[in-house]
C-alpha cells in the first residue's frame, strides 16, 4: 500500500530539483503524477521514466493553468493534489532592485502559487491537499533577496487565507519554509558544464557549518518526504501551517 494510492496529483516546476524529488516520491507511493514546468526536455524525460503525464505550464499564465487542469482530468479522471514548488530566486540589494525584477519574482513566486490555488481548488476533489513552496525567507528576512522574501511571506498568507476559504469542503493547505536545500537554485554551477559544481558545494559546506546548527545544506529529497506527509493522510488534521524543514536555521544563534 503507497501512501498516496488512487490520488492524482500535479507538481509544478517538476523537471528539477525539489519538485522532481516530489514527483518521483509521490509515484512511488501510488499516486498518478503531472509533471507541470517550463523545461519541456527534462520534464518530458522526467514523466516518461516515471510513469507520470508532462505538461508545459508557466505558472504565470492563466491559461496554461486552464489547460493543465483540463489535462490533468483528461489523463486521470480527477485532481487530488497540488504542490505549488515552481519558483525563482534574484539576488540583489533592495535599492538596486529594478522594478522589473521585483514583478518577475512576484508574477513567479507568488501569483503563481494563487493562479493554482484558483485554477486546481474548484476542480478538485473534496478532501484534497495544496502544498505551497515557501522558504525560510517567509518568516524571516534575508539581506539581498528582497523580492524573494517578499514573495514567500505572501506565499505564507495566501496558504492561511486559502485554508479558511477550502476547508469546509475538507482541503487542506499547508506551507513548507525549507532553508538551504541542494538544488541549483541555491547551487547554480550545477546547472554550467564549465562550472565546477562540487568544488562550489564544498565553498559553501563552510558556509552552512557555521548558519545550520545541523552543520549542512538540505538535500530535496527530504524536502519530498515533507511534502508527502502534507499531502497524505498522516497530516489529516493540520492545515494553514508553515512548514519549516532547515536544519534548525531558523532556531536562532548559537555563542557557543
Ligand atoms: P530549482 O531551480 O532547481 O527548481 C525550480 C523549478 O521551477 C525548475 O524546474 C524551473 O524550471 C521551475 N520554474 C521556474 N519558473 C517557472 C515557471 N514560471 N513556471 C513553471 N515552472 C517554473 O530550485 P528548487 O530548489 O528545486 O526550488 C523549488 C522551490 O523551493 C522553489 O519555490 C524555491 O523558491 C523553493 N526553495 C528553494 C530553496 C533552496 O535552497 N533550493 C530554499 C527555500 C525554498
Known amino acids: 500500500m503507497g501512501k498516496l494510492d488512487g490520488r492524482v496529483v500535479i507538481v509544478t516546476g517538476a523537471a528539477r530539483g525539489q519538485g522532481e524529488q516530489e514527483a518521483r516520491l509521490f509515484r512511488q507511493e501510488g499516486a498518478d503524477v503531472v509533471v507541470a514546468d517550463v523545461l519541456d526536455d527534462p520534464g ?76 486546481v481548488a474548484p476542480e478538485m476533489a473534496d478532501g484534497g491537499t495544496i502544498v505551497n513552496t515557501a522558504s525560510y525567507t517567509g518568516l524571516t528576512g534575508m539581506a539581498a533577496v528582497g523580492a524573494y522574501a517578499a514573495s514567500k511571506h505572501a506565499i505564507v498568507g495566501l496558504t492561511r487565507v486559502a485554508a479558511l476559504e477550502l476547508a469546509p469542503r475538507g482541503i487542506r493547505v499547508n506551507a513548507m519554509c525549507p532553508g538551504a536545500i541542494d538544488t541549483a537554485m541555491s547551487n547554480p554551477a550545477q546547472l554550467d558544464p564549465a562550472a565546477d559544481a562540487q568544488a562550489t558545494a564544498r565553498a559553501l559546506d563552510g558556509l552552512y557549518r557555521k548558519l545550520v546548527p ?43
Open 44 to 119: 518530458e524525460a522526467l514523466a516518461k521514466e516515471i510513469g507520470a503525464r508532462y505538461v508545459h505550464l508557466d505558472v504565470g499564465e492563466e491559461d496554461d493553468w486552464r489547460s493543465a487542469v483540463s489535462a490533468a482530468k483528461e489523463a486521470y479522471g480527477h485532481i487530488d493534489g497540488l504542490v505549488n514548488n515552481a519558483g525563482i530566486l534574484r539576488f540583489n540589494s533592495l535599492v538596486d532592485t529594478p522594478l522589473d525584477e521585483f514583478m518577475q519574482v512576484v508574477r513567479v513566486n507568488q501569483a503563481g502559487c494563487f493562479l493554482g490555488i484558483k485554477a
Open 214 to 256: 545541523l552543520g549542512r545544506i538540505g538535500r530535496a529529497e527530504e524536502v519530498a518526504r515533507l511534502a508527502l506527509f502534507l499531502t497524505s493522510e498522516d497530516s489529516s488534521y493540520i492545515t494553514g501551517q508553515p512548514f519549516v524543514i532547515d536544519g534548525g536555521w531558523l532556531a536562532g544563534v548559537s555563542v557557543l
